[in-house]
C-alpha cells in the first residue's frame, strides 16, 4: 500500500501539523497511568518506607530493579510521540527504538509481576500514523506478541507462591491463573484490533476528505479555466464586430464628412447629402456599440424568461430601419431549464441572428425552439443568399455556435443554399 495521504509532501507528523490532536493527548494519558504504576511499583514504596528500630537496612535496588529507569524510559518513549517519520529507513529506525525502549522498562521494574499494556497501545496508535495497512497489521501483531511474552514472564513470578500452597489449593490457583491469563490476552487483543481498525478508519476518512478537497480545487480550478476561455473568445468576437462592423462604419463616416467638407462652399447640396449619410452611419454605429455594449452583460437575461428574452432581441433586430427582416418564432418548452442552459440558448441564438443580418442578406427569418424530454432543438432558418459552409469552418461565429453546443455535450449542424441557411441545434436539459 502507498504511503498515508496525510503526507503528500514526505514530511514528519510533528505537534503542529498532527493529523489527529486527540490522539497525541491520549498518548500522554496513557503513559502518564504507565508512569503512575510505575511509582507505585513494590521497590519504589520500600526506598521510600523510613528504618524501623531493629530491622537490618535492606540494601537499595539494583539497575534492573530500579523504577527510575523505567521512569526515564517511559518519559524518553512519550518525547518520541512528538517527531514521526514518514520515510521508510527512519521511520523503521524509529519503531526499533520505541521497542527497545518499551523493553527497558520490562527490564526494570515491569519484572515485579505487573503489566503495562498502554504502552503497546501508544506503539499501534503510533505504527498506524506511519505505516500503510501492511504496516498496521505486522506492528500490532509484533506488539501482540511482545505483551504475551511479558504477560507470560511476569506471571511466573506467581508460581513459586502457588508451590506453597496444598496441593488441591495449587490445582485450584493455576486454573485461576491461566484462566486469567487467556482472558487478559483475548482482551488485550481485542482493544489491539480495535484501535488498529479505528485509527485505520480515521485515516481512511482523512485521505478521502483529502482526495475530495483535490477533486474540488482541480474543478474550480477547471471552471475558472473554462470561464476565461469564455470570456476571451467573447472578448474576441466584440473586437472582431468592432473592427468589421464599427471600424468599417467609422471610416466611411469620416469619409463622408471630408466630402462634405470639400465642397461645402462650391456644391452646397452635395455637401448636404454627405452629411445626412455621415448621420446615418453615425447612428448604425450607434447602435452596433449598443449591441456590443448589451452582449458584454454578464447575464444577458436579466431576469426575463427565456422567451422574453429572445422576444426582446427580435423586437430590438426589427426595430433598426436599416434591417427589413420578417421574424417568425415560435418557443414551447416543457420543463423549466438550468439558468446555465438558459443563457446558452440565447447566446446561440444571438450570434445566429446576428449572422443573418450582417451576412445572409435575408428578408425572412424562422426560429423554433421546442423543450421536450431530456433534449431541447433550436432551429434557426433564413432564405438568405447562403455560403459556403467548408470555406466558413473557420468563421468566428459559426465555431462560436458551435463550441457552446459541445460545451454541454450537444451537437450544431449547419446546411447552406443559396436559397438559404438552417442551422439546428440540440442539447440535453439534464446531463447524468
Not at 503528500?8 to 502518564?32: C, D, K, M, V
Not at 488441591?168 to 486454573?175: E, G, I, L, N
Not at 455560403?387 to 455535450?409: C, H, I, P, W, Y
Not at 450537444?410 to 447524468?432: A, H, K, M, P, Y
Amino acid at each position: 500500500m502507498s504511503r498515508p495521504a496525510d503526507n503528500p509532501s514526505n514530511r514528519a507528523i510533528q505537534f503542529h501539523n498532527h493529523p489527529f490532536r486527540f490522539l497525541l493527548y491520549l498518548e500522554w494519558g496513557l503513559l502518564t497511568l504507565a508512569i503512575i504504576s510505575t511509582l507505585d511499583s513494590p521497590p519504589m514504596r520500600a526506598m521510600g518506607k523510613p528504618l524501623r528500630a531493629g530491622l537490618p537496612r535492606s540494601e537499595p535496588p539494583g539497575w534492573h530493579h530500579s523504577p527510575l529507569i523505567a521512569v526515564v524510559a517511559l518519559v524518553l518513549f512519550g518525547l518520541m510521540g512528538l517527531y514521526l517519520p514518514t520515510k521508510k529507513l527512519p521511520k523503521l529506525g524509529h519503531t526499533l527504538g520505541q521497542i527497545l525502549i518499551i523493553l527497558l522498562p520490562s527490564a526494570t521494574v515491569l519484572n515485579e509481576g505487573r503489566t503495562f499494556p498502554f504502552v503497546y497501545l501508544v506503539l499501534v496508535i503510533r505504527g498506524c500514523l506511519m505505516y500503510g495497512l501492511t504496516g498496521r497489521l505486522v506492528l500490532t501483531g509484533t506488539a501482540f506478541v511482545l505483551f504475551i511474552g511479558g504477560l507470560i514472564f511476569r506471571l511466573r513470578s506467581l508460581a513459586g507462591l502457588g508451590r506453597r500452597l496444598p496441593p488441591d489449593a495449587r490445582d485450584r490457583f493455576h486454573a485461576i491463573t491461566v484462566g486469567f491469563q487467556v482472558n487478559f490476552i483475548v482482551l488485550f487483543g481485542l482493544a489491539l484490533l480495535l484501535v488498529m481498525l479505528l485509527i485505520n478508519a480515521l485515516m481512511t476518512e482523512r485521505q478521502s476528505q483529502q482526495r475530495l478537497q483535490q477533486a474540488n480545487q482541480t474543478l474550480r480550478q477547471s471552471a475558472q479555466e473554462i470561464e476565461k476561455l469564455a470570456m476571451d473568445q467573447e472578448r474576441n468576437r466584440i473586437a472582431r464586430d468592432i473592427h468589421d462592423t464599427l471600424g468599417h462604419s467609422l471610416t466611411a463616416l469620416n469619409i463622408q464628412i471630408e466630402s462634405a467638407a470639400k465642397l461645402w462652399e462650391k456644391e452646397p447640396q452635395r455637401a448636404r447629402q454627405f452629411l445626412g449619410n455621415a448621420k446615418r452611419l453615425g447612428t448604425q454605429s450607434l447602435q452596433e456599440v449598443r449591441q456590443s455594449v448589451a452582449t458584454l452583460r454578464q447575464d444577458p437575461l436579466a431576469g426575463k424568461t427565456l422567451e422574453q428574452a429572445i422576444a426582446h432581441l427580435i423586437k430590438d433586430i426589427q426595430a433598426n430601419p436599416n434591417h427589413q427582416l420578417l421574424i417568425t418564432h415560435h418557443i414551447q418548452i416543457a420543463q423549466p431549464l438550468p439558468s446555465s442552459l438558459k443563457v446558452l440558448l440565447y447566446r446561440i441564438v444571438q450570434e445566429g441572428m446576428t449572422n443573418i443580418v450582417k451576412h445572409a442578406n435575408a428578408t425572412e427569418v424562422r426560429l423554433q425552439l421546442i423543450g421536450s424530454g431530456a433534449i431541447a432543438t433550436l432551429n434557426l432558418e433564413d432564405n438568405g443568399q447562403g455560403f459556403n459552409v467548408e470555406q466558413a469552418k473557420t468563421g468566428f461565429g459559426l465555431q462560436s455556435m458551435r463550441d457552446r453546443a459541445e460545451s454541454v455535450g450537444g451537437t450544431f449542424v449547419v446546411n447552406s443554399t443559396e436559397r438559404g441557411t438552417r442551422l439546428q441545434v440540440n442539447v440535453l436539459i439534464e446531463r447524468r
